[in-house]
């Protein structure tokens, strides 16, 4: 089955407003348009920068919450004076944060981005979550209140076990966000309803796309969807599978397009088919690739 996206149908929102958990990895991230990136040695000047809380998990939360929703990001920012750029972003598009460590006195990891002008393509540098494990001892008591849907993005992996496998007892869906693998992930899958995995997520020993669907199958994943930038996604849902044409657009900046596409299928999922929901998920995405920034797409009126 092929799904070809006629329009543009980024706008439509539900009427019912949802509450999203998502957790995983909240960085500061600053980010320069530039002719390219720069050689050893080189200095560049940039056309354009902005500064953006970011991480995967929290731009799906800011998707989401754009989407007339109500987003949680769950995960480590800390007491450092650069935290302050975090919460005002955060706070002015509307995404709570439940901190897993707010004493932590060191300052928050942060991405260097570096956006071509010419192409949108992004070059990126950063320090993830590895230096800010958290226990599963510091998730706050009252984080399940009214939560429709989980998505973890497998930067906290003790946690995000835990709030997986606690979404599941709850018959709460849990969605991943499989950019990469990462050690540890393996003890989450049992728990996922819904896996959305780019072309690089190679588990151990996956060297191709089918192996990776065979083996996020083993682990009774019943909806997986593997993205290709640019070129049609591929899905199983249940026995069904095939494939979804995704809009064909100029880019001025891909920086977060998966992201994105992740919390706006977050949304779309509560209402519509997996199928359905990659397709409106795919517009949504497209669309930000559009603007320069994580966050410009969302002025649209």
Same mark, same amino acid.
């Given at each position: 089955?092929?799904?070809?996206?006629?329009?543009?149908?980024?706008?439509?929102?539900?009427?019912?407003?949802?509450?999203?958990?998502?957790?995983?990895?909240?960085?500061?991230?600053?980010?320069?348009?530039?002719?390219?990136?720069?050689?050893?040695?080189?200095?560049?000047?940039?056309?354009?920068?902005?500064?953006?809380?970011?991480?995967?998990?929290?731009?799906?939360?800011?998707?989401?919450?754009?989407?007339?929703?109500?987003?949680?990001?769950?995960?480590?920012?800390?007491?450092?004076?650069?935290?302050?750029?975090?919460?005002?972003?955060?706070?002015?598009?509307?995404?709570?944060?439940? @901190?897993?460590?707010?004493?932590?006195? /060191?300052?928050?990891?942060?991405?260097? +981005?570096? %956006?071509? $002008?010419? =192409?949108?393509?992004?070059?990126?540098?950063?320090?993830?979550?590895?230096?800010?494990?958290?226990?599963?001892?510091?998730?706050?008591?009252?984080?399940?209140?009214?939560?429709?849907?989980?998505?973890?993005?497998?930067?906290?992996?003790?946690?995000?076990?835990?709030?997986?496998?606690?979404?599941?007892?709850?018959?709460?869906?849990?969605?991943?966000?499989?950019?990469?693998?990462?050690?540890?992930?393996?003890?989450?899958?049992?728990?996922?309803?819904?896996?959305?995995?780019?072309?690089?997520?190679?588990?151990?020993?996956?060297?191709?796309?089918?192996?990776?669907?065979?083996?996020?199958?083993?682990?009774?994943?019943?909806?997986?969807?593997?993205?290709?930038? @640019?070129?049609?996604?591929?899905?199983? /849902?249940?026995?069904?599978?095939?494939? +979804?044409? %995704?809009? $064909?657009? =100029?880019?001025?900046?891909?920086?977060?397009?998966?992201?994105?596409?992740?919390?706006?299928?977050?949304?779309?999922?509560?209402?519509?088919?997996?199928?359905?929901?990659?397709?409106?998920?795919?517009?949504?995405?497209?669309?930000?690739?559009?603007?320069?920034?994580?966050?410009?797409?969302?002025?649209?009126?």
């Amino acid at each position: 089955m092929s799904i070809d996206i006629i329009g543009d149908k980024s706008k439509i929102q539900n009427p019912k407003s949802y509450r999203g958990l998502f957790v995983g990895l909240v960085t500061l991230d600053l980010i320069y348009l530039a002719n390219s990136a720069p050689q050893n040695n080189q200095k560049l000047v940039a056309a354009d920068y902005t500064v953006a809380a970011g991480g995967p998990a929290t731009n799906a939360a800011v998707t989401f919450a754009h989407l007339s929703n109500q987003a949680t990001i769950l995960g480590v920012v800390g007491s450092h004076p650069m935290t302050q750029l975090i919460y005002s972003d955060l706070e002015n598009y509307r995404v709570a944060i439940a @901190d897993l460590n707010p004493n932590q006195p /060191s300052p928050p990891p942060v991405s260097s +981005i570096i %956006v071509t $002008q010419a =192409t949108g393509e992004r070059a990126v540098i950063s320090i993830n979550a590895a230096k800010t494990p958290a226990s599963s001892g510091s998730i706050p008591a009252n984080i399940w209140q009214n939560i429709d849907i989980v998505l973890i993005d497998g930067h906290q992996i003790e946690v995000g076990k835990a709030i997986a496998q606690t979404a599941k007892s709850a018959n709460i869906p849990v969605v991943i966000d499989g950019g990469s693998w990462k050690p540890g992930f393996e003890q989450i899958l049992p728990f996922v309803d819904y896996a959305l995995c780019s072309a690089n997520f190679y588990p151990p020993n996956c060297n191709a796309e089918l192996e990776v669907v065979d083996y996020l199958s083993s682990f009774g994943i019943l909806h997986i969807a593997i993205t290709h930038g @640019d070129q049609p996604i591929t899905y199983l /849902s249940r026995d069904q599978s095939g494939t +979804i044409t %995704v809009p $064909q657009i =100029t880019a001025v900046d891909t920086l977060g397009a998966g992201d994105i596409f992740h919390g706006a299928f977050c949304h779309y999922i509560l209402s519509e088919n997996f199928p359905n929901a990659l397709a409106q998920a795919a517009n949504v995405a497209a669309s930000s690739c559009q603007f320069f920034g994580t966050r410009r797409w969302m002025e649209i009126k």
